[in-house]
């Protein structure tokens, strides 16, 4: 964990426990030892820094990569491990960044979505996350975060009270054969498992 994000780290755990009452149910699955894709439900900017700050160990994370264009905000979110993703002509090169990563034993926060929910609940997934499924073989690990939808929902300009959970499921290793589909529809098949059990995780 290098400096930058260790402060950051140690920032958000701050305002997420102390202003948030921040708990997590099921943080036994949270100790999952090696590589994993961890993937969530999106509803809010806090989604990102508020689940980071829930594992011990570092998280690369995704983000647009219009954001990188200012160098200042380029910098710091590169010493926050996060990957810039073209969303409208994704690239090899984030894949196979993604690969070596999680090959590499780390693991890689996703939000299936691919974007921040309108009114809380999830959404259909993309299958952009079912292809780094396929592609990586890497065991997946189900979250879901309540709480920050009512503290920072999409298009809200200030903070608002709330109470945020962070729902932790039990790791599972995909079965692509099990699917009985190739290529783009095996990425949905796979994207789609993975919500249902996002969904399916409750307080």
Same mark, same amino acid.
């Given at each position: 964990?290098?400096?930058?994000?260790?402060?950051? /780290?140690?920032? !958000?755990?701050?305002?997420?426990?102390? !202003? &948030?009452?921040?708990?997590?149910?099921?943080?036994?699955?949270?100790? +999952?030892?090696?590589?994993?894709?961890?993937?969530?439900? /999106?509803?809010?900017?806090?989604?990102?820094?508020?689940?980071?700050?829930?594992?011990?160990?570092?998280? &690369?994370?995704?983000?647009?990569?219009? $954001?990188?264009?200012?160098?200042? *905000?380029?910098? $710091?979110? @590169?010493?926050? #491990?996060?990957?810039?993703?073209?969303?409208?002509?994704?690239?090899?090169?984030? +894949?196979?960044?993604?690969?070596?990563?999680?090959?590499?034993?780390?693991?890689?926060?996703?939000?299936?979505?691919?974007? @921040?929910?309108?009114?809380?609940?999830?959404?259909? *997934?993309? *299958?952009?996350?079912?292809?780094?499924?396929?592609?990586?073989?890497?065991?997946?690990?189900?979250?879901?975060?309540?709480?920050?939808?009512? *503290?920072?929902?999409?298009?809200?300009? !200030?903070?608002?009270?709330?109470?945020?959970? +962070?729902?932790?499921?039990?790791?599972?290793?995909?079965?692509?054969?099990? /699917?009985? #589909?190739?290529?783009?529809?095996? &990425? #949905?098949?796979?994207?789609?498992?993975?919500?249902?059990?996002?969904?399916? $995780?409750? +307080?």
């Amino acid at each position: 964990m290098n400096l930058s994000y260790r402060i950051g /780290h140690t920032i !958000f755990r701050a305002v997420a426990r102390s !202003f &948030y009452d921040f708990r997590v149910i099921g943080e036994e699955n949270l100790k +999952l030892a090696g590589p994993a894709l961890i993937v969530a439900n /999106h509803v809010s900017f806090l989604d990102p820094p508020f689940i980071g700050q829930a594992f011990d160990e570092p998280l &690369y994370f995704f983000a647009r990569k219009s $954001l990188f264009d200012h160098p200042m *905000a380029g910098k $710091l979110l @590169r010493s926050w #491990q996060t990957i810039p993703v073209d969303k409208d002509k994704p690239d090899a090169s984030s +894949l196979k960044s993604t690969i070596r990563l999680l090959k590499s034993g780390k693991k890689i926060l996703m939000f299936p979505e691919g974007t @921040r929910s309108l009114d809380g609940k999830p959404q259909k *997934a993309e *299958a952009g996350v079912g292809l780094f499924i396929a592609k990586s073989s890497a065991p997946v690990l189900p979250v879901r975060i309540y709480g920050s939808y009512e *503290a920072y929902p999409r298009g809200a300009k !200030f903070l608002r009270p709330a109470q945020i959970r +962070l729902v932790v499921g039990k790791p599972y290793q995909p079965d692509l054969k099990a /699917h009985g #589909q190739e290529g783009r529809d095996l &990425y #949905q098949a796979l994207a789609d498992e993975v919500m249902e059990r996002i969904s399916e $995780l409750t +307080l």
